[in-house]
Nanobody, 114 residues
Framework: QVQLVESGGGLVQPGGSLRLSCAAS????????MSWYRQAPGKERELVAREISVGAIINYADSVMGRFTISRDNAKNTLYLQMNSLKPEDTAVYYC???????WGQGTQVTVSP
């Protein structure tokens, strides 16, 4: 079955960096455009970054533009999110998703705090 396992979250100071990973299985990863979402406490889940087509034409939320970068390694069936210049408002649980599938992983917590 489809599985998405996010990892790499943690506690980081403002201005710091983290790289999130999403290990995918149960579907042909290289054929699916992927996305990253996040959900902060008390807020709705929001789109962070998404591939319009596999590995290309990427949209970023205005709030992360220029700081976050989505990438993939098809040989490892893994999606990445490089997050730089982190801000307290980036604190959330981060999720990956295959854009045309309805499965979600368990998410990984990112906390940005002094």
């Amino acid at each position: 079955q489809v599985q998405l396992v996010e990892s790499g979250g943690g506690l980081v100071q403002p201005g710091g960096s983290l790289r999130l990973s999403c290990a995918a299985s149960g579907f042909t990863f290289s054929s699916y455009a992927m996305s990253w979402y996040r959900q902060a406490p008390g807020k709705e889940r929001e789109l962070v970054a998404r591939e319009i087509s596999v590995g290309a034409i990427i949209n970023y939320a205005d709030s992360v533009m220029g700081r976050f970068t989505i990438s993939r390694d098809n040989a490892k069936n893994t999606l990445y999110l490089q997050m730089n210049s982190l801000k307290p408002e980036d604190t959330a649980v981060y999720y990956c998703k295959a854009s045309s599938l309805t499965y979600w992983g368990q998410g990984t917590q990112v906390t940005v705090s002094p």
